[in-house]
């Protein structure tokens, strides 16, 4: 079972960054054996993926939307998943979920078991 919660969403200028947090609290299985990743759903549309790591931290993937724009990293000895956007756009506008996988590494909803419950980024133009 892992809990997970966001945080540091806000209100952005287009141009502008933000960092978004995703504190883990797992039990029966360390944090540190779940691949993580980042997915968004904006207003009216479906969940997409944004980013992903490795348990280990070792292999990312991002989407092409926000390759070069977005950092995906964690901290394995803080239990935190963490999202540095940068360059943000309008179309970056969106509620922000982060996810936990026991696979070794996933890109699609359906490779995650744990969910947050989102944290919203708006990015004005």
């Known amino acids: 079972q892992v809990q997970l919660v966001e945080s540091g969403g806000g209100l952005v200028q287009a141009g502008g960054s933000l960092r978004l947090s995703c504190a883990a609290s797992?039990?029966?299985?360390?944090?540190?054996?779940?691949?993580m990743g980042w997915f968004r759903q904006a207003l009216d549309k479906e969940r997409e993926f944004v980013a992903a790591i490795s348990w280990s931290g070792g292999s990312t993937s991002y989407a092409d939307s926000v390759r070069g724009r977005f950092t995906i990293s964690r901290d394995n000895a803080k239990n935190t998943l963490y999202l540095q956007m940068n360059s943000l756009k309008a179309e970056d506008t969106a509620v922000y979920y982060c996810?936990?996988?026991?696979?070794?590494?996933?890109?699609?909803?359906?490779?995650?078991?744990?969910w947050g419950q989102g944290t919203h980024v708006t990015v004005s133009s």
């Open positions: 797992a039990s029966g299985r360390a944090f540190t054996t779940y691949a």
């Open positions: 996810a936990a996988s026991p696979l070794l590494f996933a890109v699609v909803p359906g490779g995650y078991d744990y």
